[in-house]
């Protein structure tokens, strides 16, 4: 057996040496080949199951089956979803929605969605979903972390194909003058009386932040890597209720 073992190990030293250019050394290659990366693909076939449960089983009940134990919605005052959605009924007719496009932390460990959501009365609009991924030692998978959309006056234009975006992989945290502006961005919240919340992939290459304002309007944003910098690549913002 451990001969077996050491034959796997050396065969995909070996093909990671033939891949392409890299370190000088194979282990050092090999290894690095292991490690977690983005699988926008993965997270598309995810929120597509999680559409396919809410039509075939019910809508909050594809909500309940597919959100973190930690996650968060907006009602519109930021709730945690499993408590929020434990005695929720599951409406006669679910809300359908279709991803139109993905962006993914280099290690894959958090990815956003943001498509287009139909009622069954007409209305339209959009959302936007955070993923996170949950690893076992058989299997992947991805829950929702935050789930957050609004209503709009036309639908969103359907593209061709769901385009995806990858952060760059960097190393070192995160960029010093981005988590300056992130300490700016906290103390206004608290100056402002919001309830903010935030949320970055294992690697730092993806980060999300929401705040919302004591009479319910909300912000929320999503920054990717690029280079040196953190680049704002989804930025909603959603009004107040009326009356609120």
């Known amino acids: 057996m451990m001969r077996a073992i050491r034959a796997v190990l050396l065969a995909g030293m070996l093909a990671s040496c033939a891949s392409g250019p890299g370190g000088n050394d194979p282990r050092e290659r090999f290894y690095r080949s292991l490690a977690p990366r983005a699988n926008p693909s993965a997270v598309i076939a995810t929120e597509l199951a999680f559409a396919r449960e809410a039509r075939e089983e019910g809508q909050w009940t594809a909500f309940r089956e597919f959100a973190a134990e930690d996650a968060v919605m907006f009602v519109p005052e930021a709730v945690k979803a499993r ?11 679910p809300v359908q929605w279709q991803p139109h496009q993905v962006w993914s932390s280099c290690d894959g460990s958090l990815s956003v969605t943001k498509g287009a959501w139909q009622q069954p009365d007409g209305t339209v609009g959009y959302f936007t979903t955070i993923w996170q991924r949950e690893s076992s ?108």
């Open 137 to 244: 030692r058989r299997r992947e998978e991805y829950r929702w972390v935050l789930d957050q959309g609004d209503a709009l006056a036309e639908p969103l234009p359907e593209p061709d194909i769901i385009r995806t975006k990858v952060a760059d992989c960097a190393t070192g945290g995160l960029p010093a003058a981005f988590d300056s502006a992130q300490a700016d961005w906290e103390a206004n919240a608290d100056a402002a009386g919001a309830v903010a919340g935030y949320g970055e992939s294992r690697d730092g290459t993806l980060v999300y932040r929401y705040q919302v304002a004591p009479g319910g309007a909300r912000v929320i944003s999503v920054f990717l890597r690029n280079g040196d910098t953190m680049e704002e690549v989804l930025r909603s913002e959603v009004a107040a209720p009326a009356g609120g």
């Open 83 to 93: 408590d929020w959605l434990a005695s929720r009924a599951d409406p006669p007719q």
